[in-house]
């Protein structure tokens, strides 16, 4: 089953194709089931690639999907045209006036993690997402910094900041192969890292709640289930592309940032060979594993998901 997009978003004609199966509103209203309503809260600044990126793993499941754009509401983006923002995106304030209900919820990364939580500018309505998630959301999923923000929230795990920026494609242990969100995975995988903080393992198991499902020896702890709040944690980036390590490696050089080469993941670590992407199948199997859960388990009357 395909997933359910305006037919002017972007990520419409760009999943269409690669062969991803998209169904716009007028398809999708003579259809007589229930779509799946999952939201992303997009808290990246290039919000289209994002977009396209997330679409990409949720609509490649055998389930229809609806897909809703969240922003922040008074957060203003500067590398998103305004006219995007305005025709596809509600502001959360909206969307939580609403009474609006939903099955999942993304909340992705924001390039704000050298910043404590308190002093970013939307901290508070953020703490107020999470909160609603409780009542409102069936599963939520928090990426990089929104899944340590959201483990900071719950349960005052904290964030600590790099010496240098853990950077590049390493290598992951299944800690948990019986675990639903992991099934089909291999017992070891290779995930994109990109990220100026961590969340350690001492921190995660003080707290009974938070259950370890991959780990890193390199790069720490990368997915956490946190099943009383129905929530999951990434820190790493199944979600991106073949070419993002490499725009944010290219950017960071144009720019006079220091900068490493991404480890791992260049052909020799050569920046002038072209990158692979060794990540693609473990992508599209935890993203269609955690759909295929909530579709197990959420009530099939809206009304009911949070009670």
Not at 90 to 112: C, E, M, N, Q, Y
Not at 184 to 205: K, L, N, Y
Request: with cysteine; hydrophobic share 35%.
């Amino acid at each position: 089953m395909p997933i359910k997009l305006p037919e002017n978003l972007p990520a419409y004609s760009v999943l269409s194709k690669e062969g991803v199966m998209v169904m716009s509103d007028d398809r999708a209203s003579h259809q007589d089931i229930r779509p799946l309503r999952i939201g992303l809260l997009n808290l990246m600044p290039k919000k289209i690639q994002t977009e396209n990126q997330f679409a990409r793993l949720i609509g490649a499941t055998p389930l229809q999907v609806e897909l809703s754009l969240i922003r922040m509401s008074e957060h203003q983006t500067r590398n998103t045209a305004a006219e995007h923002m305005e025709e596809f995106y509600r502001p959360f304030a909206d969307v939580k006036a609403s009474g609006d209900k939903f099955d999942g919820l993304i909340i992705t990364g924001a390039p704000i993690e050298h910043l404590p939580y308190e002093d970013v500018t939307y901290w508070q309505e953020l703490r107020e997402v999470f909160d609603w998630t409780q009542t409102h959301v069936h599963s939520t999923f928090g990426v990089c910094w929104g899944g340590m923000a959201m483990a900071y929230h719950f349960h005052d795990v904290p964030k600590i900041m790099l010496d240098h920026k853990a950077f590049g494609c390493f290598r992951h242990a299944n800690l948990a192969p019986a675990a639903p969100f992991l099934r089909g995975f291999s017992d070891e995988m290779v995930v994109p890292v990109s990220r100026w903080t961590e969340i350690r393992r001492e921190d995660v198991a003080q707290v009974p709640d938070l259950n370890l499902l991959i780990d890193s020896n390199e790069s720490g702890p990368c997915l956490i289930e946190d099943a009383g709040k129905r929530a999951l944690y990434v820190f790493n980036h199944f979600e991106y592309d073949r070419g993002t390590l490499k725009e944010e490696y290219d950017c960071d050089i144009a720019n006079g940032t220091p900068i490493n080469v991404p480890a791992n993941y260049y052909p020799d670590d050569d920046p002038t060979q072209p990158p692979q992407n060794r990540w693609r199948s473990h992508a599209h199997l935890l993203y269609g594993n955690w759909i295929n859960e909530i579709y197990q388990s959420t009530p099939y009357d809206l009304s009911k998901i949070g009670k």
